[in-house]
């Protein structure tokens, strides 16, 4: 069963950094591309990142310069280092599976988590 | 970047009523186009993609198509039922960004 689990959220004022983790079971971070997609608090869905299986990576513009994603393929998970963190930052953090498949749907969703940009 | 919109942002309907969701691209897309379901508290869950294939377990009253422009799309609900209330987004992966529609919210009448 394939299986998404984040971690590494919380509390953190501007300017800070933290890393967020996505432990992932079921099948191999290196077989597929990986991203994370946030939402703000009552708002929509919005695409932060993406490592392809080539390494390949590419960032939202709100991000980029500031968001790094990386993948430990022994531990079998994918991160997402952040820092020089903005109050806009603030959302819940998911960790998704890009599947195998005709125009690479997100077909599996961690159950996020909330990372609070505030003094 | 390629702006994605839906309509209507919020609907109202009965169990067992018949629903469509639009979602239109600012240019052609192809059949690059995905829909999410998403219920309070809970991440999104896919339900089609690359247009109008049906995720492995979602019921088939759920379908969505596409026009011949690769810039308009739809996702039908055949009949409602109780738990199909939520909200759903499209979202485009033609190029990077990818990027989401803002969300239909589909609400108990």
């Known amino acids: 069963e394939v299986q998404l689990v984040e971690s590494g959220g919380g509390l953190i004022q501007p300017g800070g950094s933290l890393r967020l983790s996505c432990a992932a079971s079921?099948?191999?971070?290196?077989?597929?591309?990986m991203s994370w997609v946030r939402q703000a608090p009552g708002k929509g869905l919005e695409w932060v990142s993406i490592?392809?299986?080539?390494?390949?990576?590419y960032y939202a513009d709100s991000v980029k310069g500031r968001f790094t994603i990386s993948r430990d393929n022994s531990k079998n998970t994918l991160y997402l280092q952040m820092n020089s963190l903005r109050v806009e930052d603030t959302a819940v953090y998911y960790c998704?599976?890009?599947?195998?498949?005709?125009?690479?749907?997100?077909?599996?969703w961690g159950q996020g988590t909330l990372v609070t940009v505030s003094s | 970047d390629i702006q994605m919109t839906q309509s209507p942002s919020s609907l109202s309907a009965s169990v067992g009523d018949r629903v469509t969701i639009t979602c239109r691209a600012s240019q052609s897309i192809g059949k690059y186009l995905n829909w999410y379901q998403q219920k309070p508290g809970k991440a999104p869950k896919l339900l089609i993609y690359?247009?109008?294939?049906?995720q492995s377990g979602v019921p088939s009253r759920f379908s969505g198509s596409g026009s011949g422009s690769g810039t308009d799309f739809t996702l039908t609900i055949s009949s409602l039922r109780p738990e199909d209330f939520a909200t759903y987004y499209c979202q485009q992966s033609y190029s990077i960004p990818y990027t989401f529609g803002p969300g239909t919210k589909l609400e108990i009448k």
């Open positions: 998704v599976r890009g599947a195998i498949a005709v125009a690479d749907p997100f077909d599996y």
């Open positions: 490592i392809y299986t080539a390494d390949t990576t």
């Open positions: 690359a247009a109008s294939s049906l």
């Open positions: 079921g099948f191999s971070v290196t077989n597929n591309y």
